[in-house]
């Protein structure tokens, strides 16, 4: 029995591990020169890792965990204390205890109350049976927003608090998307806490290790540079094309986003896309500044601020846990984002740099920059992950995760439970390996 | 707004039955996230608009209830 999978990822490489894992010999396509996708790792001073990528974690994310524990990886805690910094008017920045921003509490509140009232009225397993599902899903998350905000604080924070939770533009989500999400995530307080939620823990010396020891159990079985550019499927069994040469197998596992699974030419064609013309990629270009030590702790600070103004909409202490450099992690999402990934990169870093003094008055230069541009990644388009835009659940939604004939589907943008997320992708993975197994095995003894 | 049913507003946000006059709102594992759909909660039945200072200052119930009643 033999499975070509196509992407290095985790979700790839998750379905890679659990089929070796049970005898099936396979073989990996992976585009980039490097494993791991969306997770990447940045060494921003000798053996200080951050993440490019992929970053935080919490207790719910038991699939990823326990891949953590078998892998022999460690998480540490971000905690964060000390004051908050929230540039919310025209000011430079006003300092907070906490990081509840200088907004109205109770304008905050009903937009939060609306947003849970979304969440509990959707079928998380299947959205587009909720009910109500087709006018949710013809509306964006900005219309929603225009009905029902009111006060000028919810319309401020709306848009901030959804380019931070999922690097979207309200304009680009559908209401059942965003719905959805919540819900897939384990509601607005998980995913938006640190402590006691979705962003507990990173993974210590950085997340893109998870996908490099998964790679190094699989060997010289998972072949880098090699975009796959076609799969043909007959009677029994699948050709995979890749740059250098094809592969023919029982069966193969797609494990890409899903606007790349349509640049694959599959033959038979599939009876409906991945992706539809309102399927937007998540836009997030990710900061990094690097100073010789965390030096806002010591004002009290603890690197944490949300700006109304670009080109950092947050920023968080990202430092590394041996105590050394200070790094500080700055999101630039949505409309933002792409906005920002035009300029060119010395405008950048002046950018960057000009923010930052300004809302941490006192720190040094950064001794580094590193700016990570997902929006032009040729190999993720689209980060955090794919944004189903209006009529994309009604019809996409169904056929998510069904096998076209011998080819299956996993990422994380196939898994309704923690979509979009690490968590989201490794169950993929879990879910796609034991589908093969058991539809495949079951010939194997019976035909 | 008594005491009953501002605990009541702390049951269903902190999805939790367990809550009484005495309950500690962050203790039992409220946060500023959910603070603000209890002080919305409270806006909208009394009228009331109390500000996050407020609540961290009277986190229970009866500390809740007795800061409505001194506002309304
Ligand atoms: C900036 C940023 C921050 C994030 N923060 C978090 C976070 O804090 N917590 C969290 O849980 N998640 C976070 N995410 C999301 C998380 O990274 C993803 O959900 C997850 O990594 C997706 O894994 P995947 O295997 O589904 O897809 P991918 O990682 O995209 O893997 C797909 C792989 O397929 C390859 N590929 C694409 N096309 C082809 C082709 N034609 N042929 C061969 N190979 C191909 C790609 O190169 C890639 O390696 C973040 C993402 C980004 C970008």
Known sequence: ?447 | MNVNAVSDVFRRVLENPEVSADSDFFVMGGDSLLATRVLSAIARASGVELDFDDFLDAPTPSALAKKIASQA
């Not at chain 1, 509140?109 to 009225?121: M, N, P, Q, S, T």
């Not at chain 1, 990173?202 to 159990?217: F, K, N």
């Not at chain 1, 209006?390 to 939604?397: A, T």
């Not at chain 1, 995760?401 to 993929?428: D, K, N, Y």
């Open chain 1, 1 to 447: 029995m033999s499975v070509v999978v196509v992407g290095a990822g985790l979700a790839g490489l998750t379905a890679a591990a659990g089929l070796a894992a049970r005898g099936v010999e396979v073989t990996v396509f992976e585009a980039r020169e490097r494993v791991g996708g969306r997770t990447h790792g940045i060494e921003v001073a000798p053996g200080a890792w951050v993440d490019a990528g992929a970053a935080y974690l919490g207790d719910r994310h038991t699939a990823l965990t326990a891949l953590l524990a078998e892998l022999d990886l460690k998480t540490t805690p971000t905690t964060m204390t000390g004051a908050s910094r929230f540039a919310l008017g025209g000011d430079d920045g006003r300092t907070r205890a906490g990081r509840f921003p200088p907004l109205s509490a109770v304008a905050l509140g009903e937009l939060f109350d609306a947003l849970d009232e979304l969440d509990r009225g959707v079928r998380a397993e299947a959205p587009w049976l909720s009910a109500d599902a087709a006018r949710l899903d013809r509306l964006t998350a900005a219309e929603w927003a225009r009905e029902h905000l009111r006060h000028p604080d919810a319309r401020l924070f709306f848009p901030l608090f959804l380019g931070e939770m999922m690097a979207a533009d309200p304009a680009d989500v559908s209401v059942l998307h965003l719905a959805f999400y919540l819900r897939s995530g384990g509601g607005i307080r998980y995913l938006n806490a640190f402590a006691g939620g979705a962003q507990e823990n990173r993974i210590d010396g950085g997340a893109h290790q998870v996908c490099r020891r998964l790679a190094a159990g699989l060997g010289d079985r998972v072949r880098l540079g090699e975009p796959v550019r076609a799969i043909h499927q007959d009677g029994d069994g699948v050709t995979v094309v890749a740059a250098t040469g094809s592969v023919r197998a029982r069966a193969a596992v797609v494990a890409v986003p899903p606007t790349l699974a349509d640049t694959i030419d599959h033959r038979p064609g599939l009876p409906v896309p991945r992706s539809g013309a309102r399927t937007a990629p998540g836009c997030a270009v990710k900061v990094h500044l690097v100073y010789p030590a965390p030096a806002w702790r010591e004002q009290g600070l603890s690197g944490w601020s949300v700006n109304a103004r670009g080109p950092l909409l947050s920023t968080v202490d990202d430092s590394p846990a041996d105590g050394g450099v200070g790094v500080l992690t700055g999101f630039v999402t949505g409309r933002e984002a792409h906005r920002y990934a035009a300029l060119p990169a010395a405008e950048q870093r002046e950018q960057a740099f000009a923010q930052a003094a300004r809302l941490f008055p006192g720190l040094p230069e950064p001794i580094g920059c590193h700016v990570t541009d997902w929006v032009h990644e040729d190999y993720s388009r689209g980060c955090y992950a794919a944004l189903f835009g209006p009529g994309d659940w009604s019809r996409l939604g169904p056929r998510l995760a069904v096998p076209h004939q011998r080819v299956h589907w996993a990422g994380t943008e196939t898994s309704t439970e923690f979509f979009g997320l690490m968590e989201g992708a490794i169950r993929s993975g879990h879910r796609v390996a034991a589908e093969i197994n058991a539809m495949y095995r079951w010939r194997d003894i019976h035909d």
